[in-house]
């Protein structure tokens, strides 16, 4: 007896919908780890957003430090290891938290402005380095992003 076509393909079925579905599942997690990334920053954003505004109205390092965590408290993020700032009212002070932190050189500040940049590393907690053994790894990257103000 012949065989048939079909007797021929019996199990490809399967080995097609394997393979597309590991292709499904690793975009899944491609969209999942840098959808995180970008509500992470966009929360960087608005925290040195906010704290450029405050930094305005005269607020100290302190001051800023609360109001930063504050923003970022959503995504337990703190300052310290995976995070820092540095205010410049127009000098650099010192910054807060280990995390390296360089302000941009340009473009430099008027003697009423005052500028907040906020360093945060990919690898924080809510940012999932979960494909790093694919190739997409964020390890030893970091947002930095400055917000200017003008003194009231």
Known sequence: MPRTRR???????????IMVLVVLI?????????GIAL???????????????????????????AVIERVLSGH?????????????DPNPEPQQGTLPCTPPAAPTLDSDEVRVTLCVSLT???ILNILKD????????????SSVAIRE
Request: proline fraction near 1%; hydrophobic fraction near 45%.
């Open 76 to 88: 337990q993020i703190t300052i310290g290891s995976d995070s820092s700032f540095v205010l410049e």
């Open 134 to 145: 694919y190739g997409i790894d964020f390890t030893g990257r970091q947002f930095s992003i």
């Open 124 to 126: 924080a907690h809510p």
């Open 26 to 34: 690793v975009a899944t997690f491609v969209s999942l780890q840098f």
């Open 39 to 65: 509500i992470v920053k966009q929360a960087v954003a608005q925290a040195s957003l906010v704290a450029a505004r405050e930094a305005a109205k005269g607020a100290d390092s302190a001051q800023l430090r």
């Open 7 to 17: 007797h021929k393909r019996r199990g490809v079925s399967s080995i097609e919908l």
